[in-house]
Antibody, heavy 120, light 106 residues
Framework: QVQLVESGGGLVKPGGSLRLSCAASGFTLSDYHMSWIRQAPGKGLEWVSYIVSSSSYTRYADSLKGRFIISRDNARNSLYLQMNSLRVEDTAVYYC?????????????WGRGTQVTVSS | EIVMTQSPATLSVSPGERATLSCRASQSVGINLAWYQHKPGQAPRLLIYGESTRATGTPARFSSTASGTEFTLTVSSLQPEDFAVYYC?????????FGLGTKLEI
């Protein structure tokens, strides 16, 4: 079954760190560029980060100011998001998503998301 | 950053009726516009993109049109499983920005 499954979310205090994982199955992760998207409570979807299939290029939302790091392990069919210096405003559901092979930034497969709550 | 504006925020429709959802881009995105369906607790799902290309598994009752920076998603005859939140997204430029969504409710 073709799917993405996120894990690693939870409750963390401001200033803390968390590492999200996304397990891909049913397809070869190394064939695709991948992204993390988030949705804060009552807000819209926001692109967090992007990584190409070879890991040679990454990109981040300007609002993150270098606090997050995206990475991947194609041999393990996994995508990661290391989140540091977490803030209350980082509270959101975080989704991993696959980029369509023909159209850049078109997301043709999403996971169900993992909840991250930053609170003291 | 390109801003995507969706309307209405909520649309109340009866099963079997037609629903029309709108999305406007703050600048040209060509035809690089996608619609996603999102149900609570589920993964968002790509529905339709570009020149009304339906993604795998999207029923034919879903269609889209474009006119400049104005885009429309139409569901011709609503089925019970169609009640969800719909997001438009431009994928013409980084970051691929999303609208705030239209909740389609019974």
């Amino acid at each position: 079954q073709v799917q993405l499954v996120e894990s690693g979310g939870g409750l963390v205090k401001p200033g803390g760190s968390l590492r999200l994982s996304c397990a891909a199955s049913g397809f070869t992760l190394s064939d695709y560029h991948m992204s993390w998207i988030r949705q804060a409570p009552g807000k819209g979807l926001e692109w967090v980060s992007y990584i190409v299939s070879s890991s040679s290029y990454t990109r981040y939302a300007d609002s993150l100011k270098g606090r997050f790091i995206i990475s991947r392990d194609n041999a393990r069919n996994s995508l990661y998001l290391q989140m540091n210096s977490l803030r209350v405003e980082d509270t959101a559901v975080y989704y991993c998503a696959r980029e369509n092979q023909a159209w850049q930034h078109l997301l043709d497969l999403w996971g169900r998301g993992t909840q991250v709550t930053v609170s003291s | 950053e390109i801003v995507m504006t969706q309307s209405p925020a909520t649309l109340s429709v009866s099963p079997g009726e037609r629903a029309t959802l709108s999305c406007r881009a703050s600048q040209s995105v060509g035809i690089n516009l996608a619609w996603y369906q999102h149900k609570p607790g589920q993964a968002p799902r790509l529905l339709i993109y570009g020149e009304s290309t339906r993604a795998t598994g999207t029923p034919a009752r879903f269609s889209s049109t474009a006119s400049g920076t104005e885009f429309t998603l139409t569901v011709s005859s609503l089925q019970p499983e169609d009640f969800a939140v719909y997001y438009c997204q431009q994928y013409n430029d980084w970051p691929g920005t999303f609208g705030l969504g239209t909740k389609l409710e019974i």
